[in-house]
């Protein structure tokens, strides 16, 4: 069958939908470049917030619907985090879905679909298993970067947040499948990895991941620095990043990691949330505006220069106009190199749920678009101090926006687009000279000459 699969949400999103994708095409399946040439649809779904879960209902049924026009047969599932959620609630949300498989069950997705093939359908599979398959070679061929899971699930209880309920309890892949995955996805090419967790530091936390009197040989006691230490020992790795971060796992062995493991970028997604200590009591986040302050000195203090981009939810019930402001301030302290600034969006089933939604929809897509323009700003003022500079990217590939320009990204994550020199391909390591910037994004050209650039990548 040629498959189509539409991917929403996070990151660890797109890695189970990687891995759905080489599991179908090893039963033979093949991936469709776009929707029309597909026979099989199959959405993966985030429950993050409402408009997410809006998003993907609206496509679903919009598939259905164009399928049905054209009158040939195709077959629709859906997987992920909305399953999880509504398990056989989402058949009576989206007429004619022929299957739907939860987080824990991504595995079967091949069985589910050959059910339905076989005239078995529809078909739910949302059962909870905790742990996972252990397999290390569900990546797709001649990727630069890939993402690896370490730990799945979240033990803590954000109110606001769906993520302990759709993707269960926290669990950390022990490190030798971590490390047996990372060289296998080296050895692929890749030369880039992200670890992935939804509170990733807290890795090794749950249980065991490391053998009985293993020693660190720079000495980590905590289990998430000694795993960057032995991933950066990886052959073929030139950077590694992990997200997201908690303040609470920013501790001092964190800060040593990051300065000394030279692979280790100088980026740290640290999500912030609010700037308020009432609100961060009662969103449950574990710590208050002046720890998240010192985890961002300690992480400063290490990594000079070290880029920070964070998540920020607003109108939280029960935020006033002051609360907001103290987040705004917070956020003019830090000046983060990026932000995600969310509307809240009720999550049926979570303890904020339970608390009266109070801002109104006109009031939280002010302070939205207010905290959207402060960032754009302080975005531009950090940027344009990078005008002239010369930076290592990484070339993932051509532009979204002008396919003639190419673009990458530098170790502190940020998007550079510039005009590709004639032997320029995905996977190079080049140097870009920064010539102008937007909030989001550099524009550069290549620096040096042909050769510069090959043993800048390495070859
Ligand atoms: N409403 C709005 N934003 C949310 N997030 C998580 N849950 C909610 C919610 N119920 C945001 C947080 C998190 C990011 C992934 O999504 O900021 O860090
Ligand atoms: Fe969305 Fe969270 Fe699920 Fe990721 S883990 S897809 S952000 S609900």
């Not at 164009?66 to 040939?72: F, K, L, N, P, S």
């Not at 630069?144 to 269960?168: K, M, Q, T, W």
């Amino acid at each position: 069958m040629r498959i189509y699969i539409k991917t929403y949400g996070c990151q660890m999103n797109e890695r189970d939908s990687e891995r759905v994708a080489e599991s179908l095409r090893r039963c033979g399946h093949v991936l469709a470049e776009n929707e029309r040439d597909a026979e099989v649809f199959i959405v993966n779904s985030c429950s993050v917030r409402g408009k997410a879960e809006d998003k993907a209902i609206g496509k679903l049924r919009i598939l259905i619907r164009d399928a049905r026009r054209r009158g040939g047969r195709a077959i629709f599932g859906v997987m992920g985090c909305m399953v999880q959620r509504m398990r056989a609630e989402i058949f009576d949300l989206v007429k004619g879905l022929d299957f739907a498989v939860g987080t824990h069950r991504l595995h079967a997705v091949p069985l589910a679909l050959e059910a339905v093939m076989a005239g078995r359908g529809p078909i739910l599979d949302a059962a909870v298993e905790i742990g996972a398959p252990e397999d290390v070679d569900t990546h797709e061929k001649g990727k630069v970067s890939a993402f690896l899971n370490i730990l799945l699930g979240c033990d803590r209880r954000c109110a606001y947040c769906i993520v302990p309920e759709v993707r269960g309890r926290e669990w950390s892949r022990s490190a030798q499948f971590v490390l047996a995955e990372a060289r296998h996805v080296a050895a692929n090419g890749a030369t880039e990895v992200t670890l992935l967790g939804q509170s990733v530091m807290s890795y090794g936390r749950a249980n065991p991941v490391w053998p009985p009197g293993f020693r660190s040989p720079m000495g980590f006691s905590e289990p998430f620095p000694a795993l960057l230490e032995a991933v950066s020992g990886v052959p073929g790795l030139r950077r590694i990043r992990f997200t997201s971060g908690h303040p609470s796992g920013c501790t001092r062995e964190l800060c040593r990691a990051m300065s000394e493991i030279r692979p280790l970028c100088p980026h740290l997604h640290l999500p912030l949330q609010s700037g308020s200590d009432a609100i961060l009591a009662r969103m449950n986040r574990g710590y208050t505006a002046a720890e998240y302050r010192d985890a961002v000195a300690r992480l400063r203090a290490a990594v000079p220069g070290i880029a920070l981009t964070t998540d920020i939810i607003v109108g939280f019930p029960g935020e006033t106009e002051a609360q907001f402001l103290e987040t705004r301030s917070l956020m003019d302290e830090i000046r983060f190199d990026n932000a995600f600034i969310f509307k809240y969006s009720p999550r049926p089933g979570t303890p904020a749920a339970a608390f009266p939604d109070d801002v109104p929809e006109q009031e939280k897509l002010r302070r939205n678009h207010c905290l959207l323009e402060d960032q754009d700003r302080w975005c531009l003022d950090i940027n344009e101090k990078l005008i002239g500079q010369t930076l290592p990217v990484l070339v993932e590939g051509r532009s979204k926006s002008n396919r003639g320009r190419w673009a990458g990204r530098t170790d502190s994550n940020k998007t550079v687009v510039f005009e590709p020199a004639s032997a320029t391909r995905p996977g190079d390591y080049i140097r870009a000279v920064i010539e102008r910037v937007m909030p989001q994004t550099l524009y550069g050209r290549v620096a040096g000459n042909q050769e510069e650039r090959l043993v800048a990548s390495g070859i």
